[in-house]
């Protein structure tokens, strides 16, 4: 509208109505908040007070040689020359394996209970299983593991042992992690499934698509945030597991000689050791009688544990973040605002 | 009817103009004839050069549950001309449209009667996406993917290729050729042309309404389905998107269902209207606004109720 006179300046005198106060509250709302506070100032300092004490003991013994040598190979005593390379590189490939093939899986299994559901007896039946895998123990899953991968068939994934199979490798630990791993990221999908607008699906079943195109190419690429997720906290599960390690991985504090010919497997068919069974050794608790280096470790482990975290924050805020944008960069070749 | 009921929306027009031949004014509802913009007069239209039956709906009933919402409904929808479907909430109009492409059966518990037929052939013998490839569908609610504005339209376009193992994503001069003839069908080259990588969530309502027809359209389909197309969009837009369907009338047989009898008068070649379930009236939409056969038509037209 053209013309039109300049508005109107606005009012000089506001007025705000004052804020409720809490002493007009019943005597059951001011008990009830002040338990709020009291819980939520208690939970705070427990938290604070865990990563206080970490970060200082952790600080205090970490140096630079622990986080590149090997451990002390053939000998119980830790407390020599020697540090926690092998056990983070441990770390990182039971996280690796066991994300290969949790990942792929629980989306797959998602994306089949939200979009088909058919036959739905077998839908209903895998809801309670995944219900129930999620409830299970670690150390019971890892148990079960042991048995199953000492079976002779399955010694492939493992090295040979006199007795056929030993049941104890990266693959072995792996597999089993993937299972502690597969509820969080199936259940992230599925939320995010869950979530999306029907009237999406009905646009791409509008113009002739089948479901698993209208899956793989509209649903699942919207909920990127959401199964990312997923993962990145099944991933802090399998980094923060000891059980399985434990059972699975067998008690070599170095990785073994690569056995076999092809490079990457042989690695993975063979045993070592994690930050947690690092940690759990060394601590007062442990047989390595090395408590710095279980400190040192505890630390690295609860920095890995905490960037996972951050990394979840990051992905499920609108912002695209640094993974976003690296997507973006390799997407299109420039991060766009 | 009632003495004391506002004029029938056709009135005016109908005591001025004795004959259905001459060019017509816009309905008579504002108090400002067609004067206002976003109400244009309905453009005098020669008719589509070549009309032709493409689906004949033939005594269809469609039940959610135990509860018919479309009762014994049939009549054709051509190619050449606009077809709409005019009717209060609840009359079934969304549901006579969404059976077309068998989009009702996605909803569980639906349930139909009676017979749909695409060139003489009963849509429930084709294969269902073949079907809805070929009959597709604009919603209310402006749907775009939350992808880029080009992938939106390639989405539609990939898989009608034979090679399917072909990546889809791929930018082939011919993709890209066929993404921006779709987008100026629909009316939105222009405004997108500078930047196709755009999020289609960032688009107006119009334009991503837009963006949608031209989805539709990208696929090449026969028939082309528009439940309330501009219900959420405002008069610029909505006049940009009738133009655009007046346009599509003669490569596609268009049905539109509305709300807003004005727009079925400036698009309809025909009009169909519905009333709980029942089909009280279809025709010539001059016929339908002008001269109803039909009391209850009579009494919608003129906004007697609905």
Redesign the interface.
């Known amino acids: 509208m053209a013309g039109v006179a300049a508005s109107p300046a606005p009012p000089t005198a506001v007025v705000r109505p004052p804020r409720e106060r809490i002493s007009s509250w019943p005597l059951a709302d001011r008990a009830f908040y002040a338990l709020c506070w009291i819980s939520g100032l208690a939970l705070c300092a427990i938290a604070l007070w865990i990563v206080l004490y970490m970060l200082v003991k952790g600080i205090a013994y970490l140096k630079p040689s622990l986080l590149t040598k090997s451990p002390v190979s053939g000998s119980i005593e830790q407390t020599s020359n020697g540090g926690f390379l092998d056990p983070i590189e441990g770390t990182l490939l039971v996280t690796a394996v066991g994300t290969l093939i949790a990942a792929p899986l629980g989306v797959a299994i998602a994306t089949w209970l939200t979009e088909y559901a058919r036959p739905s007896w077998l839908a209903r039946a895998v809801d309670s299983a995944i219900e129930m895998l999620a409830g299970v123990p670690s150390i019971v899953l890892a148990l079960f593991g042991l048995i199953f991968f000492s079976q002779g068939f399955l010694g492939f994934l493992s090295q040979p042992a006199a007795s056929g199979s030993l049941g104890q490798s990266f693959l072995d630990a792996g597999a089993v992690m993937s299972l502690i791993a597969l509820p969080l990221v199936l259940a992230a999908t599925r939320e995010g499934l869950e979530a999306l607008?029907p009237?999406?699906?009905?646009?791409?079943?509008?113009?002739?698509?089948?479901r698993a195109?209208t899956s793989r190419?509209?649903l699942l690429?919207?909920i990127k945030p959401s199964i990312a997720a997923g993962v990145v906290l099944g991933m802090g599960r399998i980094v923060g597991d000891t059980a399985i390690i434990t059972i699975l991985l067998g008690g070599s504090a170095q990785l073994t000689e690569p056995v076999g010919h092809t490079p990457v497997f042989g690695l993975l068919r063979g045993t070592g050791s994690t930050l947690t069974s690092y940690v759990y050794y060394n601590s007062p608790a442990g047989e390595g009688n090395a408590h710095e280096k279980a400190y040192a470790a505890a630390f690295v482990l609860l920095l890995m544990v905490l960037a996972l975290n951050a990394l979840v924050t990051r992905i499920t805020s609108d912002r695209p973040g640094l993974a976003g944008r690296a997507f973006e960069i390799l997407r299109?070749g420039t991060a766009r605002a | 009817m009632d003495p004391l009921m506002p004029p029938p929306i056709r009135r005016i027009a109908l005591d001025a103009e004795p004959t259905v031949a001459t060019p017509r004014e816009a309905p008579h509802v504002n108090g400002n004839g067609g004067a206002s913009p976003g109400v244009a007069a309905r453009p005098v239209r020669p008719p589509a050069a070549t009309v032709r039956d493409r689906m004949l709906v033939e005594g269809v009933w469609l039940a959610y549950g135990e509860s018919w919402v479309v009762r014994d409904v049939s009549l054709p929808v051509r190619q050449g001309e606009v077809l709409a479907l005019i009717g209060a909430s609840g009359s079934g109009k969304t549901t006579l449209l969404r059976s077309l492409n068998r989009l009702t059966e996605i909803t569980a518990g639906a349930a139909r009667a009676g017979r749909i037929a695409l060139d003489g052939v009963d849509i429930h013998e084709l294969e269902v996406n073949a079907l809805r490839r070929r009959v597709s569908m604009v919603f209310q609610q402006p749907n775009p993917f939350p992808m880029s504005i080009y992938d939106n339209v390639a989405y539609s376009l990939a898989e009608q290729s034979p090679e399917r193992g072909k990546r889809r994503r791929r930018r082939s001069p011919e993709l890209s050729a066929a993404v921006e003839d779709a987008l100026r069908r629909a009316g939105l080259w222009d405004e997108v042309s500078g930047d196709l990588d755009r999020s289609a969530l960032r688009l107006s309502g119009g334009q991503q309404q837009r963006l949608c027809i031209a989805r539709a359209l990208a696929a090449e389909p026969e028939v082309l389905l528009l439940d309330e197309p501009c219900s959420a969009l405002d008069p610029i837009s909505t006049a940009t998107i009738e133009e655009l369907v007046i346009g599509l009338r003669e490569s596609v047989a268009v049905v539109i269902v509305t709300h807003n009898l004005q727009q079925a008068f400036r698009v309809a070649d025909h009009v169909a209207f519905m009333h709980l379930g029942e089909l009280v009236e279809y025709g010539p939409s001059e016929q339908v606004f002008d001269r109803p056969r039909e009391q209850r038509t009579r009494d919608y037209v003129s906004g007697a109720f609905g």
């Open positions: 607008p009237r999406m699906r009905e646009a791409s079943f509008a113009l002739g698509k089948t195109t190419y509209v690429p919207a299109f």
